[in-house]
């Protein structure tokens, strides 16, 4: 807006100076250049702005490392500001000829900044030669002003050392220097020429003095400030390396303590045995839980924390987040709830890990600082279009808690580092202060903002707004989600004297799943006006389904106090097992009813139109979640056709799983241990279809697919389905421009798997081979990505290192005892030569190596459902060079620690 003001002003102002001039009436050619050159530079700088929008322009320039921009601004400023002056005196009557035409110089100037301006958005690096080209016409003006402006010039001597002092404050000392030697070379050419300063020559020579005198001041303050901040930054690097190298020391034998801590616990113990390891067990991962926060926050403070963007399903994060935290909350007899606004679509692309982080950090919080009532996690959409392909969305995230709350002089420092609201926080609560400075980064790290809000002795609220993208396509093929409909649900439209209310949500709820919900009363409206009616169906709903049933019910019937529904859902037995929906009640409103409730998982929707609908698809699928935390083995969807499968994967453990689970639903797999012998067997045998590692040894599969589109033309379309461990936009992009049909992510999801297969081979292909139908398809589980925790970088509080629900998911692949054994101990011997190849690759400073042996590891590791050790080895993947000299030793050192725990884990377990 203020360069906008300036340029119309500028061009309002030289134009009315060159008609005072008489220019227009004597050489109207002449005027009409000037006024071509005083436009054209501000409307190509306008038509650059329009291009890259407002708002990219702002972050553009809010992103430089330098603040060129804001001199080339207060260049065009100055220019205005001189401009102003001049009509100011002409339009009094006291400015002389000579000065209304000294005001000619004045539009080169003008024409220059505003080039200057354009040339910095289309090469927006720093560059000296434009900083040097601004300070020479800076310079150039005040001289050129000051010879013909004479006396009435005499004030704007100031330009010179304003200019000097803004160069070196911006650019260092060397650029002092040298508008210094411009300025005073400027101003003793003034001094020469002109009358007035010639008149004056002990004023003159002494302002000649302090252009050189002053800049040689403050370049040595500018000196001592500069080397005192790169010491200040050198101490803080080392601070951090220190910490993050202690940090790392201190885990190692930590996470043997923890390991053989968890062992011990299931011997033979008496009494007080037992006590003291829990207590050495507990003591060991509230440390742990230290010193991964300490490494986080050395990370963040280097600016080593990557953001890794992809597509991923939010719902289930907010389920997972939740779930990590419950057993906490439930030790205390607090309510742990969920409460999501329908609108949240359930497919976003962001980076859900650090999204974890932070709001498993601020849940962390609330539950420790709460000691009765509840703690409220809550999402709603406060912008875009949630239905809208590849759009954008802005989501708000609530943690609310019945704490202690913050005071309100302490809320301002709430955010800082190490610090915690009251001296004797540490010592009633414990921790290091660092949680909610990490979140705060990381939440920043994403573009969002978190905020807070509190009420001593009332509770505390934080708050994140975040930007999320929509993926580009909605297949869902790494979350599937089971339709609402395989789902028992119950309706407890509680509207008393209100029937058509009643019949309308009824209607909506009857027409999306195609027939009558389970546990419906009879009568007209199938309303209930008892809670002893709404305890028995709730009872009736949790015997007839698998985990959670969806109580559907609206908001003005909490408001009706002939029933007692509001007493049934803070106290009614199950009903922390079911998923309620609130019709009619904003998402804010449904939070604030829900305070007091049992339920844990809350849902709000509008009750118009199809939105109820809608809010049941969404039920339907937290209680598709829900259901497989509570009972991993989950039935799938038949299938009808049995296919010729070719997989290509090098790694032993991920073929045996795969082929098991295509066994179990009747495919014929064919297994290719790399590329060049699946490129073989494509030569020589017919497949339906092919499942393909990404990221295999020498011939990858990437350049598999790519060279079989290339010599296959002649064939009919065959389907490629990359398998991989890398959940990113840019790995999914890939592996479309190779030529691949669909993307999933490792450990497979056998639904996701048999729904692709099947989708794919219906489109594209003719059967190879097979046989027409399977009578019956497997009950397998999802093997999803194991949970993500609080840190890459190693285990976080109170987490095993084996996530058992992912070794009960194998066990259902196969009920043979010995195949989990076999899997398990393959997975020993792998991990033990990789870790070994790891080892080796870091001390011969092979990246290349060292990466893709951390890949391997890892996707053997997802298998088993070590978390940890998956998370660790996750991070190997941002490695630089430098990174791996001064970081490798250490990272494979954690790594083997790990391992160790692992390894005695499924000694155990498996």
Same mark, same amino acid.
């Given at each position: 807006?203020?360069?906008?003001?300036?340029?119309?002003?500028?061009?309002?102002?030289?134009?009315?100076?060159?008609?005072?001039?008489?220019?227009?009436?004597?050489?109207?050619?002449?005027?009409?250049?000037?006024?071509?050159?005083?436009?054209?530079?501000?409307?190509?700088?306008?038509?650059?702005?329009?291009?890259?929008?407002?708002?990219?322009?702002?972050?553009?320039?809010?992103?430089?490392?330098?603040?060129?921009?804001?001199?080339?601004?207060?260049?065009?400023?100055?220019?205005?500001?001189?401009?102003?002056?001049?009509?100011?005196?002409?339009?009094?009557?006291?400015?002389?000829? !000579?000065?209304?035409?000294?005001? +000619?110089?004045? %539009?080169? *100037?003008?024409? =220059?900044?505003?080039?200057? /301006? #354009?040339? $910095?958005?289309?090469?927006?690096?720093?560059?000296?030669?434009?900083?040097?080209?601004?300070?020479?016409?800076?310079?150039?003006?005040?001289?050129?002003?000051?010879?013909?402006?004479?006396?009435?010039?005499?004030?704007?001597?100031?330009?010179?050392?304003?200019?000097?002092?803004?160069?070196?404050?911006?650019?260092?000392?060397?650029?002092?220097?040298?508008?210094?030697?411009?300025?005073?070379?400027?101003?003793?050419?003034?001094? !020469?020429?002109?009358?007035?300063? +010639?008149?004056? %020559?002990? *004023?003159?020579? =002494?302002?000649?003095?302090? /252009? #050189?005198? $002053?800049?040689?001041?403050?370049?040595?303050?500018?000196?001592?400030?500069?080397?005192?901040?790169?010491?200040?930054?050198?101490?803080?690097?080392?601070?951090?390396?220190?910490?993050?190298?202690?940090?790392?020391?201190?885990?190692?034998?930590?996470?043997?303590?923890?390991?053989?801590?968890?062992?011990?616990?299931?011997?033979?113990?008496?009494?007080?045995?037992?006590?003291?390891?829990?207590?050495?067990?507990?003591?060991?991962?509230?440390?742990?839980?230290?010193?991964?926060?300490?490494?986080?926050?050395?990370?963040?403070?280097?600016?080593? /924390?990557?953001?890794?963007?992809?597509?991923?399903?939010?719902?289930?994060?907010?389920?997972?987040?939740?779930?990590?935290?419950?057993?906490?909350?439930?030790?205390?007899?607090?309510?742990?709830?969920?409460?999501?606004?329908?609108?949240?679509?359930?497919?976003?692309?962001?980076?859900?890990?650090?999204?974890?982080?932070?709001?498993?950090?601020?849940?962390?919080?609330?539950?420790?600082?709460?000691?009765?009532?509840?703690?409220?996690?809550?999402?709603?959409?406060?912008?875009?279009?949630?239905?809208?392909?590849?759009?954008?969305?802005?989501?708000?995230?609530?943690?609310?808690?019945?704490?202690?709350?913050?005071?309100?002089?302490?809320?301002?420092?709430?955010?800082?580092?190490?610090?915690?609201?009251?001296?004797?926080?540490?010592?009633?609560?414990?921790?290091?202060?660092?949680?909610?400075?990490?979140?705060?980064?990381?939440?920043?790290?994403?573009?969002?903002?978190?905020?807070?809000?509190?009420?001593?002795?009332?509770?505390?609220?934080?708050?994140?707004?975040?930007?999320?993208?929509?993926?580009?396509?909605?297949?869902?093929?790494?979350?599937?989600?089971?339709?609402?409909?395989?789902?028992?649900?119950?309706?407890?439209?509680?509207?008393?004297?209100?029937?058509?209310?009643?019949?309308?949500?009824?209607?909506?709820?009857?027409?999306?799943?195609?027939?009558?919900?389970?546990?419906?009363?009879?009568?007209?409206?199938?309303?209930?006006?008892?809670?002893?009616?709404?305890?028995?169906?709730?009872?009736?709903?949790?015997?007839?389904?698998?985990?959670?049933?969806?109580?559907?019910?609206?908001?003005?019937?909490?408001?009706?106090?002939?029933?007692?529904?509001?007493?049934?859902?803070?106290?009614?037995?199950?009903?922390?097992?079911?998923?309620?929906?609130?019709?009619?009640?904003?998402?804010?409103?449904?939070?604030?009813?829900?305070?007091?409730?049992?339920?844990?998982?809350?849902?709000?929707?509008?009750?118009?139109?199809?939105?109820?609908?809608?809010?049941?698809?969404?039920?339907?699928?937290?209680?598709?979640?829900?259901?497989?935390?509570?009972?991993?083995?989950?039935?799938?969807?038949?299938?009808?056709?049995?296919?010729?499968?070719?997989?290509?994967?090098?790694?032993?453990?991920?073929?045996?799983?795969?082929?098991?689970?295509?066994?179990?639903?009747?495919?014929?797999?064919?297994?290719?241990?790399?590329?060049?012998?699946?490129?073989?067997?494509?030569?020589?045998?017919?497949?339906?279809?092919?499942?393909?590692?990404?990221?295999?040894?020498?011939?990858?599969?990437?350049?598999?697919?790519?060279?079989?589109?290339?010599?296959?033309?002649?064939?009919?379309?065959?389907?490629?389905?990359?398998?991989?461990?890398?959940?990113?936009?840019?790995?999914?992009?890939?592996?479309?421009?190779?030529?691949?049909?669909?993307?999933?992510?490792?450990?497979?999801?056998?639904?996701?798997?048999?729904?692709?297969?099947?989708?794919?081979?219906?489109?594209?292909?003719?059967?190879?081979?097979?046989?027409?139908?399977?009578?019956?398809?497997?009950?397998?589980?999802?093997?999803?990505?194991?949970?993500?925790?609080?840190?890459?970088?190693?285990?976080?509080?109170?987490?095993?290192?084996?996530?058992?629900?992912?070794?009960?998911?194998?066990?259902?692949?196969?009920?043979?005892?010995?195949?989990?054994?076999?899997?398990?101990?393959?997975?020993?011997?792998?991990?033990?030569?990789?870790?070994?190849?790891?080892?080796?690759?870091?001390?011969?400073?092979?990246?290349?190596?060292?990466?893709?042996?951390?890949?391997?590891?890892?996707?053997?590791?997802?298998?088993?459902?070590?978390?940890?050790?998956?998370?660790?080895?996750?991070?190997?993947?941002?490695?630089?060079?430098?990174?791996?000299?001064?970081?490798?030793?250490?990272?494979?050192?954690?790594?083997?620690?790990?391992?160790?725990?692992?390894?005695?884990?499924?000694?155990?377990?498996?």
């Amino acid at each position: 807006m203020i360069l906008l003001i300036c340029a119309v002003f500028g061009i309002g102002g030289f134009e009315f100076v060159l008609r005072e001039a008489g220019l227009w009436s004597s050489a109207p050619l002449e005027g009409a250049g000037l006024v071509t050159t005083l436009v054209a530079p501000p409307a190509l700088a306008g038509l650059l702005a329009f291009r890259m929008r407002l708002a990219g322009m702002r972050r553009l320039l809010a992103a430089r490392s330098d603040s060129e921009h804001e001199q080339i601004v207060i260049r065009i400023l100055l220019v205005s500001l001189i401009l102003a002056y001049v009509l100011s005196l002409i339009l009094a009557g006291g400015a002389a000829d !000579h000065l209304v035409w000294s005001v +000619l110089i004045l %539009p080169t *100037v003008f024409a =220059g900044a505003w080039l200057l /301006l #354009v040339h $910095l958005l289309l090469e927006p690096a720093p560059s000296v030669p434009r900083r040097l080209v601004g300070n020479l016409l800076d310079m150039t003006m005040v001289s050129a002003f000051l010879q013909i402006g004479g006396d009435i010039a005499a004030p704007w001597y100031l330009i010179y050392l304003w200019v000097t002092f803004g160069n070196g404050f911006r650019y260092g000392p060397r650029f002092l220097m040298s508008s210094a030697v411009l300025g005073a070379i400027g101003f003793a050419w003034v001094i !020469h020429v002109t009358p007035f300063w +010639l008149e004056i %020559p002990h *004023v003159s020579y =002494g302002l000649l003095a302090a /252009l #050189v005198v $002053l800049p040689a001041y403050v370049a040595r303050l500018i000196r001592q400030l500069t080397e005192a901040k790169v010491q200040a930054e050198a101490a803080n690097r080392a601070k951090g390396r220190f910490l993050a190298t202690v940090s790392h020391e201190l885990r190692t034998p930590l996470t043997a303590i923890i390991g053989m801590g968890d062992m011990m616990m299931n011997t033979r113990l008496d009494g007080e045995q037992r006590e003291m390891g829990a207590t050495i067990n507990a003591s060991a991962k509230q440390l742990l839980s230290l010193i991964t926060d300490v490494l986080d926050f050395s990370q963040l403070e280097e600016a080593k /924390l990557a953001i890794d963007t992809g597509p991923f399903d939010l719902h289930r994060v907010l389920h997972d987040t939740r779930l990590m935290l419950r057993g906490q909350a439930r030790a205390k007899r607090l309510t742990l709830r969920l409460a999501i606004d329908s609108a949240v679509p359930r497919r976003v692309i962001g980076d859900d890990r650090r999204l974890q982080q932070a709001l498993t950090n601020l849940l962390a919080n609330a539950v420790k600082f709460t000691e009765d009532g509840d703690v409220t996690l809550s999402v709603r959409m406060i912008k875009g279009a949630p239905e809208r392909v590849g759009g954008r969305v802005v989501l708000e995230f609530r943690v609310s808690d019945t704490g202690i709350g913050i005071a309100p002089q302490h809320l301002d420092r709430i955010f800082d580092r190490f610090t915690q609201a009251e001296d004797d926080i540490n010592r009633r609560y414990g921790g290091t202060g660092l949680g909610l400075a990490i979140s705060r980064q990381l939440i920043e790290l994403m573009g969002g903002t978190i905020s807070v809000a509190s009420e001593l002795h009332r509770g505390s609220e934080f708050w994140i707004t975040l930007p999320l993208n929509l993926p580009s396509n909605l297949d869902g093929a790494e979350s599937p989600v089971r339709a609402a409909a395989s789902l028992p649900v119950t309706a407890l439209p509680v509207t008393v004297g209100a029937p058509a209310r009643v019949t309308a949500i009824r209607a909506a709820l009857d027409s999306d799943r195609g027939g009558p919900t389970v546990g419906e009363t009879g009568g007209e409206t199938g309303g209930i006006t008892d809670s002893l009616d709404a305890d028995a169906l709730l009872s009736t709903a949790l015997r007839a389904g698998e985990g959670s049933p969806v109580l559907l019910i609206p908001v003005d019937a909490l408001d009706d106090q002939t029933n007692a529904l509001e007493a049934w859902l803070e106290s009614g037995e199950g009903v922390e097992r079911a998923v309620v929906v609130l019709v009619g009640a904003p998402p804010m409103e449904a939070v604030r009813r829900a305070r007091g409730w049992r339920a844990e998982l809350v849902l709000s929707c509008s009750d118009e139109g199809g939105q109820v609908a809608k809010a049941l698809e969404v039920a339907g699928g937290l209680a598709v979640i829900a259901a497989g935390a509570a009972n991993p083995s989950i039935p799938l969807e038949r299938l009808g056709r049995r296919c010729r499968i070719l997989v290509a994967e090098d790694n032993a453990i991920n073929r045996r799983v795969i082929e098991k689970i295509l066994q179990r639903a009747g495919h014929d797999a064919i297994f290719a241990s790399d590329g060049d012998e699946a490129l073989d067997l494509l030569d020589r045998t017919r497949f339906d279809i092919v499942l393909m590692d990404m990221n295999m040894p020498a011939v990858s599969g990437l350049d598999v697919a790519r060279m079989y589109r290339f010599t296959h033309t002649d064939r009919p379309h065959l389907p490629i389905v990359a398998l991989t461990a890398e959940a990113t936009e840019a790995a999914r992009r890939q592996c479309a421009e190779a030529g691949m049909d669909a993307f999933l992510t490792k450990p497979v999801d056998p639904q996701a798997l048999f729904s692709t297969i099947a989708r794919l081979v219906d489109a594209h292909s003719e059967p190879a081979g097979s046989t027409p139908a399977v009578s019956a398809a497997a009950d397998l589980p999802p093997l999803g990505p194991v949970l993500p925790s609080l840190s890459d970088q190693g285990p976080g509080f109170d987490e095993p290192s084996i996530d058992v629900t992912a070794l009960d998911r194998l066990r259902s692949v196969d009920d043979d005892p010995a195949f989990l054994s076999q899997i398990a101990d393959e997975f020993v011997r792998d991990a033990e030569e990789l870790l070994g190849e790891l080892e080796h690759a870091w001390a011969c400073g092979d990246l290349h190596a060292f990466k893709d042996h951390a890949h391997s590891l890892r996707s053997s590791a997802s298998y088993v459902g070590a978390a940890p050790m998956v998370r660790m080895l996750l991070s190997c993947r941002d490695l630089s060079r430098e990174n791996l000299t001064d970081q490798g030793y250490r990272r494979v050192r954690d790594i083997q620690a790990e391992f160790v725990r692992v390894r005695a884990s499924l000694r155990e377990l498996a």
